[in-house]
C-alpha cells in the first residue's frame, strides 16, 4: 500500500489506532485556525497529511495559548476514530537530535522555562532559597528579574528604558530611601513643578548653579537667609 493510499483512503475500514510520530512540514494555515500539516516518515517521505488541528492547553474565540511547532520538528498525532484523514497534534517531542533547553543534571527539577527559536525566555526557578523568575530576551541583556527569596525585583536594559502613561504617575518608596544616578537629569512639566521635602532640603553642584525665572523669583524663610562663600551682587 502506497503511503498516499493510507493518507487518503477510499476504504473507510482502513483505521489507525493509538498514536505514533510524525514531523512537521507546513505550519501556514489557510484559514489561519492553527492548524499543521505532517509527514510520517515510517509511511513515507513526500506525503503530507490532511490539515490536522493543534491541542494546545485553552482555546476559545480570539484567546487561548498559542504555541504552534516549527516546521521540522517532531510531534506525536493521534486519528480521529482511527481515521488517518483526521489527525491530531498531541504534543512536540524531543529526540537525539533536538535537545531540551535545559538539562535536569539532578533529580531536584527546579526549572521551569519557555524559550523561542531566537532565545527569548521565561523561567521559573524553584532553586531552595534562590526562588526567581526571570523575563530576558536573546541577549540576556534586557531582563526582569523577580527576587522571591528577597521580595525584590531588578530590571536592566542595554539601552533606552521609557514608562508612558495617559494618566497619574507614581513611584513610591514607604520605607527606605529612593536614588536616581545617571550621567545628565532633566525634568520637564508642562505647568507646574512642585517639590516638598519633610525636613532638610540641599541642592550642591561642584561647578556653576543657576535659577532663572521670567516672572519672578521669590524666596521665602521663616529663620532667615545665608549667602556664603564669595560676593553677591544684585542687579
Known amino acids: 500500500m502506497m ?109 521551569r522555562l519557555i524559550k523561542s527559536r531566537s532565545g527569548h525566555m521565561i523561567i521559573l526557578d524553584d532553586t531552595k532559597d534562590k526562588e526567581q523568575i526571570i523575563i530576558q530576551d536573546k541577549s540576556g541583556k534586557n531582563k526582569i528579574t523577580i527576587d522571591c527569596e528577597n521580595d525584590a525585583m531588578d530590571i536592566q536594559v542595554e539601552k533606552d528604558f521609557t514608562i508612558e502613561a495617559k494618566g497619574k504617575v507614581t513611584i513610591k518608596s514607604t520605607d527606605e530611601d529612593m536614588l536616581i544616578e545617571c550621567k545628565n537629569l532633566e525634568i520637564k ?28 523669583l521669590e524666596i521665602t524663610c521663616a529663620a532667615g537667609v545665608k549667602v556664603n562663600n564669595g560676593a553677591l551682587e544684585v542687579m
Open 3 to 111: 503511503g498516499i493510499d493510507l493518507l487518503m483512503p477510499e476504504d473507510k475500514s482502513l483505521r489507525f489506532y493509538g498514536v505514533t510520530v510524525a514531523v512537521v512540514t507546513n505550519i501556514k494555515d489557510p484559514d489561519g485556525v492553527g492548524r499543521i500539516k505532517v509527514k510520517f516518515p515510517w509511511l513515507s517521505e513526500e506525503d503530507e497529511s490532511a490539515w490536522a488541528r493543534v491541542v494546545t492547553l485553552m482555546a476559545g474565540k480570539d484567546r487561548g495559548i498559542y504555541f504552534l511547532p516549527e516546521v521540522d520538528d517532531e510531534v506525536l498525532v493521534a486519528f480521529e476514530h482511527g481515521d488517518i484523514a483526521f489527525p491530531y497534534i498531541l504534543g512536540s517531542l524531543w529526540n537525539g537530535k533536538d535537545n531540551p533547553p535545559e538539562k535536569n543534571d539532578n533529580d531536584e527539577n527546579n526549572k
Open 189 to 216: 512639566t508642562q505647568q507646574e513643578c512642585k517639590i516638598q521635602a519633610g525636613s532638610n532640603y540641599s541642592i550642591q553642584a561642584k561647578s556653576k548653579g543657576e535659577f532663572a525665572a521670567k516672572s519672578g
